[in-house]
């Protein structure tokens, strides 16, 4: 079977803390994809990472990075010197049957709080 | 830019009605996904489909249909709308490997 978990449901942080949200996946894939949404309160999900199963070089993007483990089956996402515009949903994802037509499992997604 | 729109933001509906759900996207994408949203649960697939006339059942696919006439249309359908049927609903589409575009969602509320 297929699955996402994210175990931290809620995290509230003040401006400027580093914060890490955790991603655990389950998949009898060898190849494979997973990624990371973000849900501001407007409700639109917008994209900010993929990753494929063959590179886990980790990736960094400004203030956010991601660390991408086979062995331990996670996909963390950190953010470096939080702002309150950081504050959102954040979804992990995970492509089913490989890839293959674009179908991905969410795990069920974590609120950061980010207090000024 | 890839541009996924939903025809409605907020809609409001009577149990027993039938209910159309209408999404676009304008990247000629082969791809396109039916998603609901809830509380505590998460994004759950309702349907999907890869081409034009095709449609594949998700997770959760009981009291939907779809339609994709054409390439760039998928529709969602609430054949008798019922009120555990309150929910987000959100339309994406992709080229054939992902990542998925949302459109902005539409928030049905069935009394």
């Known amino acids: 079977a297929q699955k996402v978990t994210q175990a931290q449901t809620e995290i509230s942080v003040v401006e400027k803390e580093d914060v890490t949200l955790d991603c655990v996946y389950e998949?009898?894939?060898?190849?494979?994809?997973l990624f990371w949404y973000k849900q501001p309160p407007s409700g639109e999900l917008v994209f900010l990472i993929r990753r494929n199963s063959f590179d886990e070089q980790n990736e960094i993007s400004g203030r956010y990075s991601w660390n991408f483990q086979k062995s331990t089956s996670s996909f963390n996402f950190t953010i470096t010197a939080s702002q309150v515009v950081d504050s959102a949903v954040y979804f992990c994802a995970l492509s089913r049957h490989g890839g293959s037509q674009g179908n991905l499992i969410f795990g069920k997604g974590t609120k950061l709080s980010v207090k000024p | 830019d890839v541009k996924v729109t939903q025809s409605s933001r907020y809609l409001v509906k009577r149990t027993g009605e039938k209910v159309f759900l209408e999404c676009v996207q304008d990247m000629d994408h082969e791809n396109m996904f039916w998603y609901r949203q809830d509380p505590g649960l998460g994004l759950r697939l309702i349907y999907f489909?890869?081409?034009?006339?095709?449609?594949e059942k998700g997770d959760i696919p009981e009291g939907y249909s779809v339609s994709r006439e054409k390439k760039e249309r998928f529709s969602l359908i609430l054949e008798s709308a019922s009120t555990n049927q309150t929910s987000m609903y959100l339309c994406a589409s992709s080229p054939r490997t992902p990542p998925l575009h949302f459109g902005n969602g539409t928030r049905l509320t069935v009394t």
């Open positions: 489909s890869y081409d034009v006339k095709m449609k």
């Open positions: 998949t009898r894939d060898t190849t494979y994809y």
